[in-house]
């Protein structure tokens, strides 16, 4: 069983910065790979990053390249996410999970990968 709890959402002006992260319980966390999803108000929930057991590997969505960064500490069981640069469109509340599988690039972004979820952490930017 794995137990994930996301924090360091907040309200911000757009073009400022936050940095999630994604606490998670289980002996085999420094195996799994993690990701980050973002469900915006009246919208489906949507990929935004993920990254292998090791960190040398990661995976965004084409709307956060280039402002987001993934990033995680296994000695620590927590996993982050930067986000700069923020845009209003960037509002929704941001859920980490864990594919307990090895990483593949092929298929990442998609939930069915995934069988542990936080329960979410709102993000809030003003325009």
């Known amino acids: 069983q794995v137990q994930l709890v996301e924090s360091g959402g907040g309200s911000v002006q757009a073009g400022g910065s936050l940095r999630l992260s994604c606490a998670a319980s289980?002996?085999?966390?420094?195996?799994?790979?993690i990701g980050w999803f973002r469900q915006a108000p009246g919208k489906e929930r949507e990929f935004v990053a993920a990254?292998?057991?090791?960190?040398?590997?990661?995976s965004y969505a084409d709307s956060v390249k280039g402002r987001f960064t993934m990033s995680r500490d296994n000695a620590k069981r927590t996993v982050y996410l930067q986000m700069n640069s923020l845009k209003p469109e960037d509002t929704a509340v941001y859920y980490c999970?864990?594919?307990?599988?090895?990483?593949?690039?092929?298929?990442?972004?998609?939930?069915?990968?995934?069988?542990?979820w936080g329960q979410g952490t709102q993000v809030t930017v003003s325009s």
């Open positions: 289980g002996r085999a966390f420094s195996t799994y790979t």
């Open positions: 990254i292998s057991w090791s960190g040398a590997s990661t």
């Open positions: 999970a864990v594919d307990p599988s090895p990483w593949r690039s092929t298929g990442v972004a998609g939930e069915y990968r995934y069988d542990y």
